[in-house]
């Protein structure tokens, strides 16, 4: 006689090798996602040991909450991380562009911690050794170029390498939000991948319009004398 367990295990298999041949999924109707969005509030509440018991038990919405401890850890570092770029750099345009995006980091982990709420969880930070390295290159090129005239370049190089992952996750996220029928989780994400994205285009144009060419410009200076 067949258990719920190996119901389980049967459909998993099904999925698994319908997705290995590339296979593309139905779109969910609204009555599935809301049963989905139900469900991954339901979820969130059974205790870790109890998910931990099950070897294949995990889908999406454990991703999703991985995902959101990840980015929420990696928020506040970036937030704590800030000052410094901001005291190093020169340029007005870039010291009010980092400023501005702080005061946005603030909101932005408010707004995660909305997400956590969602869940009917407490607000919790997960170690992401992603993010660490990127931080951990740009203290090393604020100490090699800090003082240098391409200090600004640096800070723009390192700070873009922090918002491209960002975006990644943001992105990533919103359409496991979207998947799951998480529609006011996806509606916060959306608004905060508008604006690491609105940060990574202004650093783009501050470096194209003026950062860059200034530290060029001593170069050609330097190879003259």
Known sequence: ??????????????????????????????????????????????????QKAQSNGKGLADLFEHA?????????KIYKSLPKMIKAADHPDLIAALTQHREETADQIEKLEQIFALLDQRPRAEKCDAIDGILEEGDGLLEDFGDSMAADAAIIFS?????????????SMAAFADALGMDEAKA??????????????????????????????????????
Do not use: F
């Open 1 to 50: 006689m067949a258990t719920t367990a190996d119901d389980t295990k049967t459909k998993t298999a099904t999925r698994k090798s319908a997705r290995a041949s590339g296979a593309k999924s139905t779109k969910a109707t609204p009555e599935a996602r809301k049963k989905r969005s139900q469900s991954v509030a339901s979820k969130s509440k059974a205790s870790k040991t109890a």
């Open 68 to 76: 959101l401890a990840d980015i929420y850890y990696s928020e506040k």
């Open 159 to 171: 700070c873009q390498a922090v918002e491209h992952y960002e975006i990644t996750r943001y992105g």
């Open 188 to 225: 916060l994400l959306d608004e905060i991948l508008a604006q690491e994205s609105a940060t990574d285009t202004k650093l783009s144009t501050l470096a194209e319009d003026s950062v860059n060419d200034a530290a060029a410009d001593y170069d050609e200076d330097s190879e003259a004398a």
